[in-house]
Structures are given as structure tokens and as C-alpha cells.
């Protein structure tokens, strides 16, 4: 059986993958958001997602510990790696105490914070495609770019509360959850917004250049904005 899921968020990803393990359906491989399922004994597996630095592969060293805890990998995608053990051997916990946890979520940030600037690159260039274009193609690119960044945005600053409520338990301190969101974040979207409806008053090095000015003001918004959630 195959299923396709999309996650950004490796936790609810594994909360899904040991529910079907719990209905009889141990996941035995993943591509690119596609799950091979094969029938197994009713709660049988147990399954957790751990974040390695390699890419597509795991360490020898890391590969043996696992063994010799009983944990089966079962595939890595990216830098993720997809373990499971028999549930008969006890509870499955990767990351026992709230120091490893806390460095394992920051790993974790660190790529997603990556990613999203990547995302957001991506998402002004085509933006500023579609605006010189009257293809209905090249505007649903757009909007789905615009969603995929929205999406990263959001699983980093979740990934950041998360950091959070983890030093809140280790310190035993309430911290407050800074919600703002940065000014530059903001100008950068007016700068960007006012050259495109200015574009046919300007020559085009000139709208490019207040372009790329928006988007450096609206990557400095981003990253601040991320660094305010992951400091408070």
C-alpha cells in the first residue's frame, strides 16, 4: 500500500506513521512524500524521524548504535532517517532528556531557517516573472511558491516555540513568546509592491535594482523576525 502525505513538521509525521503501525500498517519506505506500507501485527512497530547532518545517508558509527539498540532504519530522505523498533521492547524514545532535545530542535531550525530563505529567493523571482507576464502558468507557480514559503514561515517559527517550552521545563522560567514581526519584513513588502506598480515609469535596471534592495530588506525581516522567536 502507498500513501502520499506532505510534512514539514517531523513530529506530527510520526505521530501519523505510528497510528497506522497501531491500525496494522508498518511503513517500509519513503520517496519524496510518497509511504510504502506493508501489513504487520497490530501495534507491532514504533516508529520516530531523527535529524542527521548527512545527506541522504547515516554514518557508520550512527548506523551500529542503532543496531545495537534494536532500532531498524528503515529509510532516510534528505537528512531525515526513519527508525522504528518492536514495541515489545519498550518505549521509543530517541532524545531522553531536554538538553538533546533542545540541540536537536536547533539543528532542525537552523535548516528550516535555510530553507525558507532559499524559498523566499525563489518566490520573488517569480513573482517578478509573473508581473512581466500574462501567463496563467507562470502566476500559479507563483502562488504555490508563495504558499511553500508561507509554510516553511510557519513550521520554523513553530520549530522555535517548541525550543521555547523546552527551556521553560529546563529552567523552570515562563518566557515570554515574542510574536512581532520585524519592520524590515514589512518595508521590504511595500518597497517590493511599490516597484511593481511603478514598472512602466522606470527603466528596468532601476526596478530591478529597488527589487533587490526589497528583498534584502525583507530577508533581514525574516531572519530577525526567526531569531526574536527563537530568543524569547
Not at 500498517?25 to 501495534?43: H, L, P, R
Not at 521492547?89 to 531550525?109: A, Q, V
Not at 500574462?134 to 508563495?146: H, K, L, T
Request: aromatic share 16%; hydrophobic share 45%; proline share 1%.
Amino acid at each position: 500500500m502507498v500513501k502520499y502525505r506532505l510534512y514539514l513538521d517531523k513530529d506530527k509525521e510520526s505521530i501519523w506513521l505510528n497510528e497506522m503501525a497501531d491500525k496494522g500498517f508498518a511503513m517500509t519506505g519513503f520517496y519524496g512524500g510518497f509511504y510504502k506500507f506493508e501489513q504487520c501485527e497490530k501495534g507491532e512497530y514504533a516508529y520516530q524521524i531523527d535529524f542527521k547532518q548527512n545527506f541522504f545517508s547515516v554514518p557508520e558509527d550512527y548506523r551500529e548504535i542503532m543496531e545495537e539498540s534494536g532500532i531498524e532504519i528503515v529509510d532516510t530522505w534528505g537528512f531525515w532517517v526513519f527508525l522504528r523498533r518492536l514495541k515489545s521492547k519498550g518505549e521509543f524514545e530517541l532524545y531522553t532528556d531536554i538538553d538533546s532535545k533542545i540541540e536537536h530542535y536547533k539543528k532542525i531550525l537552523m535548516l528550516l531557517k535555510i530553507v525558507t530563505i532559499i524559498e523566499i529567493l525563489c518566490m520573488f523571482t517569480e513573482v517578478y516573472c509573473a508581473a512581466r507576464s500574462e501567463s496563467i502558468a507562470i502566476w500559479g507557480i507563483a502562488v504555490f511558491i508563495i504558499a511553500v514559503v508561507m509554510s516553511f514561515i510557519k513550521i520554523t517559527l513553530h520549530t522555535s516555540d517548541k525550543i521555547r517550552k523546552l527551556n521553560e521545563r529546563k529552567t523552570g522560567i515562563k518566557e515570554p513568546y515574542n510574536r512581532n514581526i520585524s519592520g524590515f519584513l514589512i518595508v521590504g513588502l511595500f518597497v517590493n509592491g511599490g516597484a511593481m506598480m511603478v514598472d512602466d515609469y522606470f527603466s528596468e535596471p532601476v526596478i530591478m535594482t529597488i527589487q533587490i534592495f526589497a528583498i534584502i530588506l525583507m530577508l533581514v525581516g525574516v531572519y530577525r523576525t526567526m531569531r526574536w522567536q527563537a530568543e524569547s
